[in-house]
């Protein structure tokens, strides 16, 4: 309960607009999560990625990084993905 996954953008590289998924469900289906500070499950400030894996994880309340986490049973996978590029 309460699962968040902040993973800060690696130095020399900048984040690549709209590249967040999601997958969890562990189906290797990834859903395309937007970048702003909303009700999906990820965002981002440019300087960290933040995601709310599980059920009911959700971006809100207001402010990037303050997501509602999600809940995880026992053993379940969550898979979350980005893309930047080197500079």
Request: aromatic share 8%; net charge negative.
């Amino acid at each position: 309960t309460g699962v968040k996954v902040n993973d800060p953008i690696p130095p020399f590289t900048t984040y690549v607009a709209a590249s967040m998924g999601i997958d969890n469900t562990s189906s290797g289906t990834f859903t395309t999560l937007t970048d702003g500070d909303d009700a999906d499950a990820g965002e981002t400030d440019a300087s960290t990625v933040y995601f709310f894996p599980g059920t009911g994880g959700t971006g809100t309340p207001a402010g990037v990084g303050n997501g509602t986490g999600g809940t995880l049973i026992t053993n379940a996978i969550s898979r979350m993905k980005f893309r930047v590029t080197i500079q």
